[in-house]
């Protein structure tokens, strides 16, 4: 099994531009996560999904959208790049959301210029 | 508002050498205390949940406890293979959706 699937696993993206990060699970999981991990920080929860065709905003969402695009895809839009974004990004899926045994993808990371 | 800190931020040992990293957390209400190990470049891994004060896991070398205030991840005899960034994270009673995460503990382990 793959597992928690992300791509890219890298980006550069100048300020302004626009970007989709994707993610995929086959762990068949209901819920699905967007993290961000900034040094010296804990991991922050952007938005999740607790399941197919539903989604909702976490700690940070500005900035932000997602699509739960079925049950096994989530992704993670950033509609016009800050360098305030500049960050790695993990998706996660769980059983449910009170089930948070989390499977988390390589993450991407991306730098804002 | 829900609090987690994670001591040292950096501990080096050398192999063998047995030792702990603390998870202090604040929260209303636990409904579930997590550990998680993460690789450089790598997302977390999940290691453990604990539940309720008094409760203990133990996977290999390592071994989590908990209790009203705080949990410790016990790492007996390591090995090189156990060096990693440890993250501890708080889900409490009634915030499904959240879990508030530590910085971690950055454990290196020399032979």
């Known amino acids: 099994n793959a597992g928690v699937t992300q791509t890219p696993k890298f980006q550069v993206l100048k300020t302004g531009q626009s970007m989709t990060l994707q993610c995929a699970q086959d762990m068949n999981h209901n819920s699905m996560y967007w993290y961000r991990q900034d040094p010296g920080m804990g991991l922050r929860l952007i938005y999740y999904s607790a399941s197919e065709g539903t989604t909702d905003k976490g700690e940070v969402p500005n900035g932000y959208n997602v699509s739960r695009l079925n049950k096994r895809e989530f992704s993670l839009r950033l509609e016009s790049a800050a360098p305030s974004q500049t960050s790695v990004y993990f998706c996660a899926s769980s059983p449910s959301l009170g089930q948070r045994e989390a499977f988390f993808g390589q993450g991407t990371r991306l730098t804002v210029v | 508002e829900d609090q987690v800190t994670q001591s040292p931020e950096a501990l080096r040992l050398q192999e063998g050498e047995s030792s702990s990293l603390n998870c202090s957390y604040t929260v209303s209400g636990l409904r579930g205390l997590f550990w998680y190990r993460q690789d450089p470049g790598k997302g977390p891994e999940f290691l453990f949940t604990?539940?309720?004060a008094g409760e203990e896991k133990e996977k290999e070398r390592l071994k989590a406890t908990l209790t009203k205030k705080e949990s410790f991840l016990h790492i007996t005899a390591p090995k090189p293979e156990d060096s990693a960034t440890y993250l501890c994270?708080?889900?409490?009673?009634?915030?499904?959706?959240?879990?508030?995460f530590g910085t971690g503990t950055r454990l290196q382990v020399t032979l």
């Open positions: 604990l539940y309720s």
């Open positions: 994270a708080v889900q409490a009673s009634g915030t499904a959706s959240k879990l508030t």
